[in-house]
């Protein structure tokens, strides 16, 4: 069984930081991509980074420079860390994998950036 379990989440004031970390329950950590995916209120999920098996990374255009996604693959942990918010990226953030043609998502953690 995967599970996914996210945390880090908070109120921050524009131009500040956060570090989400992601932790999966199950055997699969050390062969799954992983992924950061956020969801504002009224718009739809998007991917904000992921990360391969390898350590090979891609983002999303709106936070590329900003955001940086890195795992321990021996805590069965990915991290998302988040430089320079700003208000649009208030969202809540999911974890997710993909194993076996099944998707895997947490429960989710709020972003806030206001001041």
């Known amino acids: 069984q995967v599970q996914l379990v996210e945390s880090g989440g908070g109120l921050v004031q524009p131009d500040g930081s956060l570090r989400l970390s992601c932790l999966l329950s199950?055997?699969?950590?050390?062969?799954?991509?992983m992924g950061w995916y956020r969801q504002a209120p009224g718009k739809q999920r998007e991917l904000v980074a992921r990360i391969t098996s390898g350590g090979s990374a891609n983002y999303g255009d709106s936070v590329k420079g900003r955001f940086s996604i890195s795992r321990d693959n021996a805590k069965n942990t990915v991290y998302l860390q988040m430089n320079s918010l700003k208000p649009e990226d208030t969202a809540v953030y999911y974890c997710h994998t993909r194993f076996e043609r099944t998707d895997y998502w947490g429960q989710g953690t709020q972003v806030t950036v206001s001041s």
């Open positions: 199950g055997s699969i950590f050390g062969i799954a991509a």
